[in-house]
């Protein structure tokens, strides 16, 4: 078996995974830090590089423990090299690195994105060339994916990304963190119709997101209500915001199928990807989305849509497959765009992408 030891601490996740070359995954271990940062209410740098730093040995033996093989049997290291948290990254990396130099392995830097990009094919065996919605709390992209490390970027947010949209609206709303889950759960309760909120970019030319604007209108309506937002006003206005987000992702993602088929043809895949992903009901509208489109729709198991580890060893398995490698040299970086070659956009969303 050609195994890849996959390592992700880009974030608040601490992970590592051992995935065979046909697919197979024989570990996937990730520890969570949400209890270490839901006092602050979002992701403190600091305090996850340090969680990183301390549990990373243990969840590394863990993942290899639960595979069942040394680390003589591995065909390479994998970790995230960015985009991320840097200090978090910096971790990650220099434990892959060690790993690789003492037991004479290749080292692979992955760029999480790719990660997420390549779930896909990970979980589903689909070929290239596909369609990918990346939607998750620091990124918010469609992309055409032509093969490992050749993607083009067909649109991007000017300013929020979705995850982060979620995540700031859900404490607008008292909602509790991590946010995303947390407005999914209030909305699954709410009536959608209660409040009339915009819907971003909707018709407009192009493939870019915005969701500054829905946030700010959220804001807006929590202060008209003072008093009166109790437990209903919260679930109705989660639901008015997530049905709004779907209706942005549908008409952005329908402009990006039609500049995609138009190069690669009809019939090919439709993927969304990365934590927001997990969200049912954006999932649901996005499926409909592909069938009304004459699509077949692909969206990972929820648990491989978060940060996790088994989707950088895979991206790993398809770098070594192209003798796509790199030295112990391999520098760490906080920005690191999928396609370097696109426009830079305005606002946030260009920092993130």
């Keep these: 078996m050609d195994l890849v030891l996959g390592i992700e601490t880009s974030c608040d996740e601490t992970a590592a995974a051992v995935v065979a070359a046909d697919r197979r995954i024989l570990s996937n271990v990730v520890l969570s830090q949400i209890d270490e940062h839901r006092l602050y209410g979002g992701v403190v740098p600091e305090i996850a590089a340090r969680a990183h730093l301390d549990h990373l040995d243990a969840i590394v033996a863990e993942a290899m423990r639960e595979a069942g093989v040394g680390f ?57 060339p596909y369609l990918l919605l990346l939607v998750s709390g620091g990124h918010c ?107 942005s992702l549908v008409d952005r993602s ?36 592909a069938e009304r489109r004459g699509m077949p729709f692909v969206a990972p198991p929820l648990g491989l849509c978060t940060d996790n580890a088994a989707m950088i060893a895979w991206a790993g398995q398809e770098k070594l497959a192209l003798g796509l490698v790199d030295g112990l040299d391999f520098r760490p970086r906080p920005r690191w765009p999928l396609d370097p070659d696109a426009a830079p956009s305005i606002g946030a969303g260009a920092v993130k992408a």
């Design 72 to 128: 003589a049997e591995l065909a390479a290291v994998a970790a995230t090299g960015g985009p991320g948290l840097i200090g978090g990254v910096l971790v990650g990396a220099t434990t892959g690195k060690a790993i690789a130099l003492v037991h004479g392995l290749p080292f692979i830097g992955v760029n999480h994105l790719e990660g997420h990009a390549l779930t896909a094919r990970l979980t589903d065996g689909i070929d290239y």
């Design 254 to 289: 329908g402009r990006a199928i039609e500049v995609f088929e138009a190069d690669h043809g009809a019939g090919r895949p439709f993927v969304v990807a990365g934590g927001v992903a997990a969200n049912r009901t954006l999932r649901a509208a996005l499926a409909g989305l």
């Design 141 to 247: 992209q469609l992309l055409a994916v032509e093969g490992a490390g050749r993607y083009r970027r067909l649109g991007t947010t000017i300013d929020d990304a979705v995850g982060e949209a979620f995540d700031k609206t859900a404490k607008l709303l008292g909602l509790g963190y991590p946010g995303g889950p947390a407005l999914e759960r209030a909305a699954e309760a709410g009536d959608p119709a209660r409040f009339e909120l915009p819907r971003p970019m909707v018709g407009k030319p192009g493939c870019d997101f915005s969701f500054s604007g829905l946030k700010t209108a959220v804001r807006r309506r929590v202060e008209e209500l003072g008093d009166g937002l109790d437990d209903r006003a919260r679930c109705d206005l989660a639901a008015s915001f997530q049905v709004a987000v779907a209706a």
